[in-house]
């Protein structure tokens, strides 16, 4: 017996009844924008701007003022104008009149011969630290670390007395192994950590090959590390190129000083002659500049290539 089939019947919706609600009057609110997180707000965007100009502005007045005054005659070295009557007679005079010529002869011969043996010395040091385990490292990577620890003014009379001693006063061999000990273990620190980035497998296959570890560091290595080298020639040669307190104590006689110390005799308590200094010191600064232009590249890499471990 057949069961009889039901159909379901579909009703067609009234158009009337469900038609869309009409829009409410008046124009839509905005949505509200949320801010990302770490993003600034208009109000902290300004300061943080308005901050780093005034940090450029005080960071670049002094030059900038050392710079204008080196032009300016003598009469109107205090004055709080620009180059109103530009001059060259201070130039004239520090070149001309002064000692500076040997002086800068005197400071060049130091800083190259600091920055060759800082380089080389803080190289090797770090490189045999990072690679090789010896009786002793670790007394010896923690008396670099703590002959950083003292001011320099505490260290220059027992330096003094050493150099007296060992006849070394007024000879630029004294104040080369007296940067030395200030360059060395600063720089032995960062190349060792500089080194610890790059990988061991590369000294594996020097060995390999047939390579002793000198010959290793020389050929493998060391071209790897240029720019921990520019970052330790760069300390080094500051070291050299600006220190005033031991160039100072350690060179008396005009002919004997470095530019560091030739410039406080411009500026004393027996003379004043503030344009032939700040004349000086603009001429002192060129040669820095130009070796940071060179290095500049290799700065920034080789300071953070060290602080992390691969």
Known sequence: MRTPRTTTATTTPDPVTTAPAPAASGPRPRPRRVRRRGERGPLASFGLHAGLLLAAVVA????????????KPRSDTFTTSLVENFTLENYDHVLGDTYFLTWFGNSVLIV???????????????????????????????????????????LIVPLYNLMAQLGLLNQPVGLIITYLTIAVPFCAWMMKGFFDTIPVS???SGRVDGLNPFGTFWRLILPLAKPGLAVTGFYSFVTAWAEVAYASAF???????????????????????????????????VPA??????????????????????
């Open 251 to 285: 060179m008396t006689g005009e002919e004997n000083l470095t530019l560091a110390g030739g410039l406080q005799t411009f500026v004393n308590q027996y003379v004043g002659d503030w344009g032939s200094m700040t004349a000086a010191a603009v001429i002192i600064a």
């Open 289 to 310: 500049a130009i070796v940071f232009a060179i290095a500049q590249r290799h700065l920034v890499a080789g300071l953070t290539s060290g602080a992390v471990k691969s």
């Open 112 to 154: 190259v011969v600091t920055t060759l043996l800082g380089v080389f010395i803080s190289a090797t040091t770090g490189y045999a630290v990072s690679r090789f385990r010896f009786p002793g490292m670790r007394p010896l990577m923690w008396t670099l670390l703590i002959t950083q620890m003292f001011p320099m003014a505490i």
């Open 202 to 204: 590369i000294d594996e």
């Open 60 to 71: 670049v007045f002094p030059p900038f003022w050392l710079l204008v005054t080196s032009f």
